[in-house]
């Protein structure tokens, strides 16, 4: 029973460009949350997908966007990249997404802002 | 607004030994519930107990146990017969109004010393 998988694992960028992070959930998920976790510090909602629309977003700018595709994965955009953007980036998948659903995790992509 | 409080930043704990890993938070909603994951420095996220408020009775999984006084608005983790492998960073999570999206603490980082 395959878990979440995120990919790439690690990814250098350069400020102002553009990246792309993808996410598989565990199998019998249908809901894909995404989250910013700065070093040091607890992982912050950026948002979640469900039946392949955005149902809730946290506070991030526009720059940040997603897709969720009929297979139920998932991609994380980022635009016009930030010294600030680096972090790992974790995705996590539940089912309906609701509040008493434990949320599984893959194992995040470290980006790095060059 | 929900918050989370972990005030423990770091701990030691000799091995075998039990941990109570501290988290306090302050929530309107009437029905809630509160989860715990570990982090190990390889970034995954594990989600490892949840307790509802209204479950009963404290919540069990293996060597975890949730110490769950809701008067006091605490939820802490009970690890017993700590081991080296428990070395980890430990974040509370508790769902935001919606119940879509986890409000998380600053973790605490235990390490295990054998």
């Known amino acids: 029973d395959a878990g979440v998988t995120q990919s790439p694992t690690h990814l250098i960028k350069t400020r102002g460009q553009q990246v792309t992070l993808r996410c598989s959930p565990k199998?019998?998920?249908?809901?894909v949350s995404w989250y910013q976790q700065a070093l040091g510090q607890g992982p912050q909602f950026i948002f979640q997908?469900?039946?392949?629309?955005?149902?809730q977003r946290g506070n991030f700018p526009d720059r940040f966007s997603g897709h969720q595709f009929p297979n139920y994965s998932s991609e994380l955009n980022v635009n016009a990249l930030l010294l600030g953007d680096s972090a790992l980036y974790l995705c996590?998948?539940?089912?309906?997404?609701?509040?008493?659903?434990?949320?599984?995790f893959g194992d995040g992509t470290r980006l790095s802002i060059l | 607004a929900q918050k989370i409080t972990q005030t423990q930043p770091g701990m030691f704990v000799q091995e075998k030994e039990a941990v109570t890993l501290d988290c306090t938070y302050d929530?309107?909603?009437?029905?809630?519930?509160l989860f715990w994951y570990k982090q190990p420095s390889s970034g995954e996220m594990i989600f490892l107990i949840y307790?509802?408020?209204?479950d009963q009775q404290n919540a069990t999984e293996g060597r975890y146990s949730l110490n769950f006084q809701k008067a006091r608005k605490s939820a802490n983790l009970v690890i017993s017969a700590s081991q080296l492998g428990d070395s980890a960073m430990y974040f509370c999570a508790i769902p935001m109004d919606s119940n879509y999206q986890l409000i998380w603490g600053a973790g605490t980082k235990l390490i295990i010393k054998p």
């Open positions: 996590a998948s539940s089912i309906g997404g609701q509040g008493n659903q434990p949320q599984h």
């Open positions: 929530t309107s909603d009437p029905s809630y519930g």
């Open positions: 199998s019998g998920h249908d809901t």
């Open positions: 997908y469900y039946e392949e629309e955005e149902r």
């Open positions: 307790q509802g408020s209204y």
